[in-house]
Every structure is written in structure tokens, then in C-alpha cells.
């Protein structure tokens, strides 16, 4: 068998859409814009780009856009007071502040300045808190696009077993209390666990986040399960020439596709699902600082 691809870009252009359908509707209706800003520190290129593609989405999605560009010697005091003044601001629904900051600033605290109701990438400790005790929170983008494409690819996601491999705050963490929140069993693996091909082999769902490029292998997945690749890897591309380089998964996609019964590709999987979700945080969190209904299959 081969494994049904998850077109992460198709699905994503959905949830822009239902996005701008939405945002048309309260701007018509309510006379309300949702606003979202980000912050950006320093000239780091790759944030640069991903800023300017968040930027433009936001407004195309019929949205304020806010950018706020600061130098790279920016002071721990002057940026707390920029978040200051973006959460008194009424205008500015969702705060992001691009990750990573230099060096010389603390990302926690920066983090956990904003306000939790405007926090767009779920990063806050109370959001954080709120999310693991099953209470209404702003949710991480990534795994937030991650639970949508599950539910779109399988419908209901109860008893399913599932297996997250790797913990980190910002995906592994967050998407294990996703995926117990529509009542799948859980566990969350890593590169650590004792006979990690066996858990797997075992598992539904697969959702990989470890940040090994092809760590995971084909002979790993259980035939027919669904596995959502959320690595993104750079390595060598020698049949491109010397010095160039690929993207690639943590998992060995040309083998896994032959076993799973759906797989998010490396580019076009989870990626484009990050932002389209960034758009739909920031509408929900409008929605509720306003008393408005929130969008459906949106949270």
C-alpha cells in the first residue's frame, strides 16, 4: 500500500479562508478588526522571511498587521515595554515576538510578559497551565495545525492510540494534551525511550517532533496508522550538486508512505498549517476579548 498524502498547503489555504470569511463577517457586523502584532529583534534572515509571510497573510486574511522591528542591541527593559504598550492597546488581539531573541534577552520572560489572552503562540505558563488542565486557552500554532489535519484525515479521534516522539514545550508537550483532550491514549516517546520501534509500532497515530532528520523509520510504523511529520531538517542534497542541501522530515518518508495509511510530506506537511493557525489564534482571541461566538473547527 502507499500511504494517502496530507496536503498541509491545500488544508492550509482552507483555514485562511475560513479565517477571512470569519473576519469579514465581525468587521461587517460588529464593526471589529482583529489585530495582530509581531515582534521582531534583530535582522536574523530566516526570521525575516517568516515575519514578512506572516505579515502578509494577516492582512490578506482582512486583518490589522502591526510589525515592530527592533535592533539587535535591544535592551531587556526597552522590549518589556513595547509588550506594555501592545497589551494595553485594544487595536492588538494577538502578540507574537519572533523566536529566538539574541542572546543577551531572556525568552521567558518575554514570553510570560505577554498577555495571556493575547498570547497567539500558547507560549505563556498560563496558557500552558490552562491547556494541561482541559480549560480554554490559546493553543500552539504547530500543534493546533497538527490536531486539525488528524481530525480532517480520520473524523473522530476517540481510543485512538497515539505516540508523540519528542517533548519539547513548544510541539511534543502540547500535542500530547491535544490528543488526550479528543480522548486518545497517549504517550510521549523521545530519543531516549527503551525500544522506541516497538512503542511505535503500536500507535494509530504517529505524530514525530524529535528534530532527527529520518529518525524515524519505515519498518517503525504500524500498517494503515497516520503519521504527521512535524521535523524540519536541513542535509546534504548530493544529486543537486555540491554545497546544496534539502529539507526532510524526522521520518524516513520514501519508506514510511509504503506502510502508513496517510503522511504529512516534508515540505507542504505541518509548515504551512503553523501560520494558517497563527491567523486563526488571533481570530479567536478577537472573538473572545469581544463576547463574540469563536469560529468552528478553528480551536
Known sequence: MTATLIDGKAFAALIREKVATHVARIKEAQGVTPGLAVVLVGDD???????????????????NSFEHKLPVDTTQEALLELIE?????QSVHGILVQLPL????DESLVINAIDPAKDVDGFHI??????ATGQKSMVPCTPLGCVMMLRDQLGD???????????????????????????????IAHSRTKDLPEVVKRADIVVAAVGRANFVQGDWIKPGA?????????????????GKTRLVGDVDFAAAKEVAGAITPVPGGVGPMTIACLLANTLTACCRAHGLAEPDGLT
Open 226 to 242: 497516520t503519521v504527521i511529520d512535524v521535523g524540519i531538517n536541513r542535509i546534504p542534497a548530493s544529486e543537486c550538486g555540491e
Open 126 to 131: 498560563s496558557n500552558v497551565g490552562l491547556l
Open 85 to 89: 504598550t501592545l497589551n494595553a492597546d
Open 45 to 63: 534572515p530566516a526570521s525575516e522571511v517568516y515575519v514578512r509571510s506572516k505579515g502578509k497573510q494577516t492582512v490578506e486574511a482582512g486583518m
Open 102 to 105: 539574541p542572546a543577551h534577552l
Open 157 to 187: 479521534l476517540s481510543g485512538k492510540d497515539a505516540v508523540v516522539i519528542g517533548r519539547s514545550n513548544i510541539v511534543g508537550k502540547p500535542m500530547a494534551q491535544l490528543l488526550l483532550r479528543e480522548s486518545c491514549t497517549v504517550t
